[in-house]
């Protein structure tokens, strides 16, 4: 997985508009993808999956893109809500029987009210 | 909430002491996941048991051991600590044996400290 680091990217959004959180991922073998957002003092909370048979899914509130020719990934959140303020992490399985996830660097949501 | 329960919540110790971490996985979740989350490395993988048995192994120190039990509760075990083993530790569920279409669904995590 990526490093995290001191310097996590940061993106602040207005309350009510809409938020895009962009993921680059490494391997054209993964299948499936994850995002998760983790507040202050709590684990990652699971929001919304995708496997690489579909390009887009929609949530409540939350669409996850898949872009597999470039290997992107990317979250958008709609009227973006204080509550929303946390750090996004995006997730890959890479596939092959592999079991296990590596995360990207993560990408803190601020949200201006 | 999740459903993972991890305990304890936060841990203080010293250098060369050995620690225990526990975690309860999601009711039917028969996989649980180990990482490690610190600042200059992000979250990382550690390990991963599977009704009771070892199934995938991460960026796991020989120093660190994990167990799961028959009841599918797991422990991390640390020891000989280290000033860079100081993290957050955190402990995810699934219900089957792989990542490649179950999401994990994490515990709130135990903060450890060594001084």
């Known amino acids: 997985g990526e490093s995290v680091g001191l310097h996590l990217p940061t993106l602040s959004v207005q309350e009510g508009d809409n938020s895009i959180i962009n993921c680059a991922y490494s391997?054209?073998?993964?299948?499936?993808f994850i995002w998760y957002k983790q507040e202050s003092g709590k684990g990652p909370q699971f929001i919304i999956d995708?496997?690489?048979?579909?390009d887009k899914r929609q949530g409540q509130r939350v669409t996850v893109l898949l872009n597999k020719t470039v290997k992107h990934l990317s979250l958008q959140i709609a009227a973006t809500q204080p509550g929303d303020s946390a750090v996004y992490f995006c997730a890959e399985n890479s596939g092959a029987g592999s079991y296990q996830l590596t995360f990207g660097k993560g990408t803190k949501l601020s949200v201006i009210p | 909430d999740s459903g993972v329960t991890q305990t304890p919540k936060h841990l203080i110790t010293a250098t060369g002491q050995r620690v225990t971490l526990r975690c309860s996985p999601r009711s039917g979740d028969l996989s649980v996941y180990w990482y490690q989350q610190s600042l200059d490395q992000g979250l990382q993988f550690l390990i991963q048991y599977y009704n009771g048995e070892e199934r995938a192994k991460g960026n796991i120190l020989e120093r660190f051991s994990a167990q799961q039990f028959p009841d599918l509760h797991s422990e991390l075990n640390l020891s000989s600590l280290e000033l860079g083993d100081s993290a957050l530790y955190f402990c995810a569920s699934s219900v089957g044996p792989g990542a490649s279409n179950q999401p994990q669904h994490f515990g709130d995590g135990t903060r450890l400290s060594i001084l």
């Open positions: 995708i496997r690489s048979n579909m």
């Open positions: 391997n054209s073998a993964s299948d499936y």
